[in-house]
């Protein structure tokens, strides 16, 4: 399994990205919320990848972040969800919006998404609901693992009545290494802070 990749942009073909390596240029599909974030042409880009093989096709997929690429396998993973509509759904909704969204079952965010009509968002929120939580409450902007206690943080700021949203963006800015009852007190100093 091909996990990262880390080599100079060449082609940015939306969706699709070419990176060269070895004389070879892997194509990469990726979502638009990832080719936003790429640097010019020329320039190291390192993207988080997943690898499917099918009968017809082996295809490479890019993410900028651990965090979109496992909300891509839990998107995959729904029945009659395929690579192109999580795409397009990493496209539409951040991270932090699709758990936003699962997490409060608002269907009307997902159907906004090209190629989500209302039934699929509805079977999406179904089957996501305790897979993404863990994915986007875990992580931070820049990828870099959430602090120890992360989940009992999140959980304690959503019984305080705080949006799972609110709590994550809180949590982002808390440095490792903290007990559970530092990170909430820190937190709740940053939501007070607004």
């Known amino acids: 399994m091909i996990g990262r990749t880390t ?54 997929y890019g993410f900028a972040t651990p965090a979109e690429r496992s909300a891509f396998r839990a998107l995959i993973k729904v029945s009659g969800i395929g690579a192109r509509t999580a795409l397009a759904v990493l496209s539409g909704l951040s991270v932090d919006d699709l758990a936003d969204a699962v997490e409060r079952q608002e269907s009307g965010r997902l159907v906004k998404v090209p190629g989500i009509g209302k039934k699929t968002a509805e079977r999406l929120l179904l089957e996501l609901r305790d897979k993404l939580g863990a994915v986007a409450g875990l992580s931070r902007p820049d990828g870099a693992p959430a602090p120890a206690g992360g989940d009992d943080v999140l959980n304690a700021l959503q019984a305080l009545g705080y949006s799972a949203a609110e709590a994550r963006r809180a949590m982002a800015a808390l440095p490792e290494g903290l007990s559970v009852s530092d990170g909430i007190r820190q937190a709740l100093k940053a939501l007070a802070r607004g």
Not at 21 to 31: K, N, Q, S
């Open 7 to 60: 080599r100079t942009l060449t082609e940015p073909l939306p969706p699709t990205v070419c990176v060269p390596a070895d004389g070879l240029g892997y194509e990469i599909d990726v979502p638009m919320s990832t080719l936003y974030k790429l640097p010019p042409v020329g320039q190291a880009v390192t993207l988080h990848t997943h690898l499917a093989i099918r009968e017809d096709a082996h295809v490479l």
